[in-house]
């Protein structure tokens, strides 16, 4: 009992004692690091940026775990910087986006309005294509190794978070004119809104470059070693894809050259909400249609193969993007996004 007692005494003691490192930087609207920029971490001792615009701050957890924790950035002749959304969950480092401090009587970039908008649109896509990737990976769970399933549930949950926070920006980007007219401070909520912006679509990279790995992992497991190694897409007309890509084995090396062997290339065509089109190839050489371009191809080399679709690759449908999918017989070897 005494032991318990000695825990229970020395716990607080360890968290009071416990800090974590805040570090960041500071720039102004042409993204230049501002110098001696005064930064306080909740209730931190303050802080000034060095010549670049960097800080760093020992943060105590005490008091400050598990809340929201303000962050201020203040120097004569800026427009002060105050938020609210720093979260410390544990005593890792952390490191802070980039903070914008705008000059006073500073307009911010006349074209904030036209990237917020084209950000969106990027967000939206990013939605499109995460949904898509997972669709599969969900389709094809119970061929996925035992060490991938943990993972897999990881990213569901981090899809699920993440889906709020696009469809918050997706309603504020919407809202944008009615908004700006009772701002204020206008630059400093397109400031905001774009530091928003940005740090969503970090988190749909992270999300997108995870999926392709999960999915490459299924390709080498249910396709003898043989996976897709890397493709590449390019635009040539409104009817025409030209999709160059070689695969690797299990090892990561060019495959044997054997025989020509059957390699099959479908493309997708990205419609929004999750929805996707399966596209025709038409064949130049009058053979039927087909939802697959089939070729008898060498694997262990670099392969460029046509996909021949009239007026599926028009401008308005390239922007939307597509997915590509790579199969050795009827055997799924590799899936890749693409915006055009």
Request: aromatic share 6%; hydrophobic share 35%.
């Amino acid at each position: 009992m005494k032991y318990i007692i000695f825990l229970l005494l020395v716990l607080p003691i360890i968290v009071v004692g416990q800090t974590c490192t805040v570090e960041g930087t500071i720039v102004d609207s042409k993204d230049k690091g501002i110098s001696n920029v005064r930064v306080k971490i909740g209730s931190s001792i303050a802080v000034y940026t060095n010549g670049n615009g960097e800080f760093s701050t020992k943060l105590s957890l005490k008091n400050h775990l598990n809340t929201r924790v303000k962050v201020s950035a203040s120097r004569r002749g800026y427009v002060s910087y105050n938020d609210n959304n720093l979260i410390v969950t544990s005593d890792d480092n952390i490191v802070l986006p980039k903070i914008v401090l705008l000059r006073e009587g500073e307009e911010l970039n006349p074209d904030a309005t036209s990237t917020i908008n084209d950000n969106g649109d990027l967000i939206k896509k990013n939605d499109d294509l995460i949904n898509t990737n997972q669709d599969i990976i969900t389709d094809n769970m119970g061929s996925f190794a035992t060490q991938y399933q943990r993972e897999i549930r990881e990213m569901e949950y981090t899809i699920s978070q993440l889906d709020k926070e696009v469809r918050d920006i997706s309603e504020r980007i919407q809202n944008l004119s009615e908004e700006l007219t009772q701002e204020r401070d206008k630059d400093r909520f397109l400031s905001d809104l774009l530091e928003t912006e940005q740090a969503i679509i970090a988190k749909q990279e992270n999300i997108i470059t995870s999926q392709a790995g999960l999915i490459q992992a299924l390709s080498v497991q249910s396709a003898k070693g043989i996976a897709l190694e890397n493709a590449r897409v390019a635009y040539e007309d409104n009817n025409t894809l030209e999709i160059s890509f070689q695969f690797k084995d299990a090892f990561g090396n060019r495959p044997q050259p054997t025989d020509p062997q059957l390699i099959s290339v479908e493309v997708h065509q990205l419609l929004g909400k999750s929805r996707t089109k399966r596209l025709l190839h038409t064949p130049e050489d009058g053979q039927l249609e087909s939802s697959r371009l089939r070729e008898r191809l060498d694997i262990s080399r670099l392969n460029t193969v046509r996909f021949m679709s009239p007026n599926a690759f028009k401008k308005k449908y390239r922007k939307k993007g597509y997915i590509v999918y790579f199969y050795l017989g009827e055997t799924l070897l590799g899936v890749q996004g693409y915006r055009l």
